[in-house]
């Protein structure tokens, strides 16, 4: 039986091969290999809101290497980062799987905090699918990074400076600054007093 373990990470391949051996052919994604288009937002806003997804550029060779693998292989295992971004990965390369691997294919999805033999044959015992809440919450990461990148950077570049950028954190943080030295600015000092008093019957 050939199966499939890929990672999101080049540099897990080696040390994963040693605990599962030769059973498993362990590959890499290399990070992300699709994002939102470069050159527009990539945003419809619909309803419902739908996004556009490109292959990342040099990721072409990766996705058809994994994909030649995936169409001879019994087991895959979707195994990048347990984090939002390695689920989304994970969900991305899942698609492009699906299009080559063979009907009796199982496609599973593990995840492991430490790249140990105990970590690693755990997660295997615990097979899973891909989270699309982890996979919606990054979606939501990246549009709203789009709306305000996109729309509110190039009002910068108009009023201030060519080149300054606007996103989601640093934008809703700079606000804060600013009001909160907006109203030290407007705070007027007033003349008190405190007295105090002792008095016996």
């Keep these: ?15 994963i091969s040693k605990f599962l051996g030769r059973d498993f052919k362990i590959m890499s994604t290399v990070g992300h290999i699709k994002d939102l288009p470069s050159k527009s937002i990539g945003v419809n806003i619909g309803p419902p ?10 990721k072409q060779k990766v996705i058809a290497d994994i994909c030649k693998q995936a169409s001879v292989s019994d087991e895959i295992y979707l195994a990048p980062d347990p984090d939002r971004e390695g689920e989304i990965i994970a969900w991305h390369i899942e698609q492009e799987i699906l ?3 063979p009907k009796k294919a199982k496609v599973h999805r593990i995840t492991f905090n430490e790249i140990t033999k105990v970590a690693i044959l755990e997660s295997l ?11 919606n919450a990054q ?17 910068l570049w108009q009023k201030i400076m060519k080149g300054l950028s606007a996103g989601r954190v640093q934008s809703v943080a700079l606000k804060l600054i600013c009001d909160r030295e907006a109203s030290i600015r ?5 003349e008190y007093w405190s007295i105090h008093g002792e008095f016996e019957q």
Excluded: C
């Excluded at 039986?1 to 080696?14: D, G, Q, R």
């Excluded at 407007?186 to 007033?190: G, L, R, S, T």
């Design 99 to 101: 299009k080559v691997a």
């Design 1 to 15: 039986m050939k199966k499939l373990l890929i990672v999101e990470s080049p540099a897990k391949i080696k040390t």
């Design 186 to 190: 407007e705070f007027k000092p007033e």
């Design 49 to 58: 809101i739908t996004l556009e997804y490109v292959v990342l550029d040099n």
């Design 125 to 135: 015992n615990h097979l899973s699918q891909v989270d699309m809440e982890k996979v």
């Design 139 to 155: 979606q939501a990461r990246r549009v709203l990074d789009r709306w305000v990148g996109y729309e509110v950077s190039p009002i």
